[in-house]
């Protein structure tokens, strides 16, 4: 039997995909996906922060797109990319700020306000149609890690 490679280095670049249809329990699914990627690699202080950035991107994928949607991870010590790409080719327009957006009652916009509150850097870019494929949007954020190298986890216990 072939042994395991030894876990990647915390410094050492990786990346998940995850697609998923447009079904209202994606985004849950995707939440509990990226809580277990992050932690399994040490990166419990980015957790609460990309849950609920991504969170707001996959919903809206769901609620705006006519189809699948995909999230992708990707780390470059000591950056973490989050790009959430749907079949929707219309950006989002983002909060105008007035006397009506200070209302919790407002029901477009806060996304892309939560993302300036919390995200290190975001931006986002229509996809043009490919041949044999879909056009679309991917929006994107990127949360810095600000700690030293967490103590590694064996990699069937994570």
Sequence with gaps: MTPFPPPLLFTEPWEYELRFPRDPRGPGIVRATLRAVLTAHGLRELVERAALLTSELTTNSVRYSDNWASVRLLWLHPVLRISVTDTNPELPEPLK???????????????????????????????GEE?????????????SWGGPPPAPIPALAA
């Design 97 to 127: 700020p007035s006397a009506e957006s200070a209302s919790t009652e407002l029901e477009n916009g806060r996304g892309l306000f939560i993302l300036d509150v919390l995200a290190d850097r975001w931006g986002g870019c229509a996809i």
């Design 131 to 143: 041949p044999f494929g879909f056009g679309g949007k991917t929006l994107w954020f990127e949360l």
